[in-house]
């Protein structure tokens, strides 16, 4: 079955780096887009960065323009998502998704506070 395990998250300072990980496993990884969705307790889970299969392409939110960057691992099947510059209210949990057949599939998320 489809398995997407995030990692990585954790507390950090404002202005610091945080890289994020997904380890995707039961589906053909490198046949697929993958995305970045955050959600902020009460707010609605929202796309925040999103690569194509190859990873040649990718979309980001206008807030992780210039600061984010994902990045996609065929081999390993793995997909990252390095957070730079980041602000207090980049403050949410963190989760990797694939849509397979029109149906999303999220791991577990991962949380990330940016707190002074």
């Known amino acids: 079955q489809v398995q997407l395990v995030e990692s990585g998250g954790g507390l950090v300072q404002p202005g610091k780096s945080l890289r994020l990980s997904c380890a995707a496993s039961g589906f053909n990884f490198s046949a697929y887009g993958m995305t970045w969705d955050r959600q902020v307790p009460g707010q609605e889970r929202e796309a925040v960065a999103v690569?194509?299969?190859?990873?040649?392409?990718?979309w980001y939110r206008d807030y992780a323009k210039g600061r984010f960057t994902i990045s996609k691992d065929n081999r390993k099947n793995t997909v990252d998502l390095e957070m730079n510059s980041l602000k207090p209210e980049d403050t949410a949990v963190y989760y990797c998704?694939?849509?397979?057949?029109?149906?999303?599939?999220w791991g577990q998320g991962t949380q990330v506070t940016v707190a002074s």
């Open positions: 690569i194509s299969s190859g990873g040649g392409g990718a």
């Open positions: 998704k694939v849509i397979i057949a029109g149906r999303s599939y």
